[in-house]
Each structure stands twice: as structure tokens, then as C-alpha cells.
């Protein structure tokens, strides 16, 4: 009895040995495992962009990320996320690897200030980045001394990023000042990237024993067992990306004036209203996250004052004209981006400024059409009315006109319920005569025209 529990004992023991051991070799395995946390920049660096960024890296930490890779592809954007970018890529909590990549993607402009600031560069074969000045500038045209202030900031600020990861400081300081650009293997063999690879394997191949300085020391990469962790962005950053779209923004700032308009020249609509008033909100929300000029705003803002005036008080079209003019200005002046590329299409400020002309246009036309038109209410309305007599009277006595009782004046004796025709008024008394006398009166009118 006693040898049969020891023997049971003995299993047990056996048994715990080997989950022990079975333990201790997984979390060995996990040890060894790198976790990789993939990002994707498609597209204008925008504020959609900055959160999804400042988010990611804030959480890499706690979720156990050991590194986080960047896939690139942008034409650049705005200089202000640009530099909240930059400032949290090189104050992450984990090394951060910025690949242009797939084969034909870019990164210009604010792009290259982000391989800059990473703590290793790699660029897939058929990419390029540079072109990095900050002011669009036209052919042959000299900077304003605004300009150059822009690019002597931006200059001083990618070569300091340079610097400190140990690259051609002097090529990135003229990406800047000269708008220069390299492919991916000139910059390879030029010092500005450490390394190329065309595919995600091709890159955790290469990062595989690769030493970089992070945080004042030296970390080696081991990219042989990897756990990877995709972190596409979430519904809120996507949704600051769309709506912080400089012609969207536009778009729904007009919309929004044009749809409150419309529902107070036409109170009822309520559909016009409601529109008008969301787009309005969601413009005011994206003109938050963007430089805006507000002289631009205010123009925009007083030329749709202008053609509102011009639907109340017509000018035959001269406030209407003042107000297109105010809009395309403003349209104009609205973002202060100097970023190019990056602003508000100039053909879609056409459109609506040929848009906004036509409906001046036919305001003026319906101004002019009205003042033509024969009255049909009100006082002026009454002469040509035929009326009817409530009462006998000789000179002046009671009549119905248009459902009212009023004062009429005739030269002849009037019997009660004869109709009679208005040719007249003295301020509150109409001017009468029986309607076959006013109606022989015409005609003899029109055959003395004729």
C-alpha cells in the first residue's frame, strides 16, 4: 500500500517537473521573440496622422512593443504635425524604424524630416525622398524675407536631426535650402539611409544584429523571431485625416454658409437648415486643427453678407459682384499653408466662385424682372381691381375691394351691387367709375394709341 502511493507520488512529481521545464523553455522562447509594432503613413502628414503617431508610440511601452517600423509613403503636409512628429519619434520609448517603402512610394517634403529624426532609415529600390524646401516657390522667383526665415528654420532643424543619427547632415541642409532629391540607392551610397530593403522580410532581415544609439546607449536589433503587431489607425484618427482635408474643409464651409442662407431667405426648408448647420460645425472642427488666416475667413464671411444683401435689397447686382469678389479672396487667403501641394485646389475656388456668380446673376435678373411686373397687392395693387358697390351713394360711399371695405370717390350716382373699376387712389379713398364706362375709356385709349 505503501509502495503503490509512492509510487503515484513519483508520477506527480515527474509530471510537475516536466511542465516546469516546459515553462521555463516558452518563456525562453518569448524572451528571445522581438515584438514589432508596424505603422502606416499613407499619404499628407496631417493632424490625423500626428495622433496616430503620438499615439502608437505613447502606447508601444505598455504593450510590450521592442520596436516600432514606420512604412512610409507621403508627399509631405503640414509643417506643424511635422514637428510634433519629429519631436515623438525622437523621444520614443522604443527605437523607431522609418522604411519608404513599397517600390514607387516617396517621401517628400515633411517625409524627409521623418527619416531624419528616425533611429534608422531603410529605403525600398524604386523610392525617393527630398524636395523638402517648405514655401512653394515659383520658377526663377525670390523668397520674401518671410520665406526665409521658413527655410533657414527648417534647415537648421533637419540638420541637427541628421546630426545626431550620424547622416549627411550637408545633403538634408540642401534638401531644404534647394529643394534637391536622391533615389534610394544614391542615398544609400551617399550616407543619408543606412540600408535597403524592398519587402517587410527583406527589412527585419536586415535589421537582424544591426546596432543603433537609442537613448544614450547602444541597442542591438535581433529581428530573428519576431511577433508582429499591426496598428492601422483607428476610426477617430481616420476620421481627423479626412476631415482635416484642406478642400474638404473648404467645401463644407460654403455648404454650410449656402444652407443657412437658404433656410432664411425660405424659413421652413428645415432639410437646408439641418445640412447647413452639420457642415458648418464640421468645417469650423477642421479649420481648428489647421492654420488658419482669419482675414480670409472674415472676407469669405462678409461676401456671403454681400450677396445675402443683394437677395434683400437688390442692387442690380453690385452688392452680389462685391460679394464674389470678397469670397474668391478670401478663398484664397483662407489656410496659411505654405507647404506645397498642400492647400485648397485653386480650380475648386473657381468653380465655386462661377457658382456663387451664377446665383448673384439670377438674384439681379429676378430684381429686374420684379421692378417690370404689373403690382398685385397692397394699396398700388387695387388700381385696374373692379369692385363692388355696398351701398347707394352719389359722390363717395362704401365698396369692397380685394375682401375690404373702403372709401370710394366716383363722379356719377352709383347703386348698391354695381361693379366698378379702380383707376385711382387719394391716400385712403379709391377713384372709381362704373367698370363698362372704364372698360369703353380703355378701349378708345388703345385705339388713340394705335
Known amino acids: 500500500m505503501f509502495e503503490q502511493g509512492g509510487s503515484r507520488m513519483k508520477r506527480v512529481i515527474h509530471r510537475l517537473g516536466l511542465l516546469a521545464m516546459l515553462w521555463f523553455a516558452s518563456a525562453s522562447a518569448l524572451a528571445d521573440t522581438t515584438r514589432v509594432q508596424w505603422l502606416t503613413l499613407e499619404g499628407p502628414v496631417n493632424p490625423g496622422t500626428e495622433a496616430y503617431l503620438t499615439k502608437a508610440l505613447s502606447q508601444a511601452k505598455t504593450e510590450g512593443v ?25 523621444n520614443a520609448p522604443v527605437p523607431v524604424v522609418v522604411w519608404v517603402g513599397p517600390s514607387g512610394a516617396r517621401a517628400t517634403s515633411a517625409g524627409t524630416f521623418l527619416v531624419a529624426a528616425s533611429h534608422r532609415a531603410v529605403m525600398a529600390p524604386g523610392t525617393h525622398l527630398g524636395s523638402a524646401t517648405p514655401v512653394s516657390l515659383g520658377e526663377g ?34 534638401a531644404v535650402a534647394e529643394g534637391v ?5 544614391q542615398a544609400l551610397d551617399q550616407g543619408v539611409i543606412e540600408q535597403m530593403a524592398g519587402s517587410r522580410n527583406e527589412l527585419l532581415q536586415a535589421l537582424d544584429g544591426v546596432t543603433l544609439a537609442f537613448q544614450g546607449k547602444t541597442v542591438a536589433l535581433s529581428t530573428d523571431s519576431v511577433q508582429s503587431v499591426e496598428r492601422p489607425p483607428d476610426w477617430q ?9 484642406p478642400n474638404l474643409v473648404y467645401l463644407l464651409l460654403l455648404i454650410g454658409f449656402y444652407g443657412l442662407v437658404l433656410e ?22 477642421g479649420l481648428h486643427w489647421l492654420p488658419v488666416n482669419w482675414a480670409g475667413l472674415l472676407l469669405i464671411g462678409l461676401g456671403l453678407a454681400f450677396m445675402v444683401a443683394e437677395a434683400y435689397q437688390p442692387s442690380f447686382g453690385l452688392l452680389g459682384l462685391g460679394g464674389v469678389a470678397a469670397l474668391a479672396t478670401g478663398s484664397v487667403l483662407l489656410l496659411d ?29 429676378l430684381a429686374m424682372k420684379a421692378m417690370h411686373r404689373h403690382q398685385v397687392a397692397g394699396r398700388e395693387g387695387l388700381v385696374g381691381e373692379v369692385v363692388t358697390a355696398l351701398a347707394d351713394f352719389d359722390r363717395k360711399g362704401p365698396v369692397l375691394a380685394q375682401g375690404e371695405h373702403w372709401q370710394a370717390q366716383t363722379q356719377v ?17 379709391l377713384q372709381v367709375r362704373p367698370a363698362d364706362e372704364a372698360s369703353d ?6 385705339k388713340e394709341a394705335q
Open 264 to 285: 432664411f431667405l425660405n424659413p421652413g426648408i428645415v432639410f437646408s437648415g439641418v445640412i447647413g448647420a452639420v457642415a458648418l460645425v464640421l468645417a469650423l472642427y
Open 237 to 245: 484618427e481616420r476620421f481627423l485625416a479626412v476631415i482635416t482635408q
Open 441 to 446: 375709356n380703355t378701349v378708345k385709349e388703345s
Open 337 to 365: 499653408i505654405q507647404a506645397p501641394g498642400y492647400g485648397i485646389d485653386p480650380s475648386l475656388i473657381v468653380v465655386m466662385t462661377l457658382v456663387s456668380l451664377v446665383l448673384v446673376v439670377g438674384v439681379a435678373w
Open 413 to 429: 350716382p352709383i347703386k348698391q351691387g354695381s361693379r366698378l373699376t379702380v383707376v385711382g387712389l387719394d391716400g385712403l379713398v
Open 66 to 90: 521592442d520596436l516600432t517600423v514606420l512604412r512610409l509613403n507621403t508627399p509631405g503636409g503640414l509643417g506643424s504635425s511635422m514637428r510634433e512628429m519629429v519631436q515623438q519619434i525622437a
Open 141 to 174: 522667383e525670390t523668397p520674401s524675407a518671410k520665406q526665409t526665415k521658413a527655410i533657414e528654420d527648417a534647415a537648421a532643424l533637419i540638420k541637427g536631426l541628421a546630426e545626431q543619427r550620424g547622416r549627411n547632415a550637408d545633403w538634408f541642409q540642401k
Open 181 to 185: 532629391s536622391l533615389t534610394a540607392q
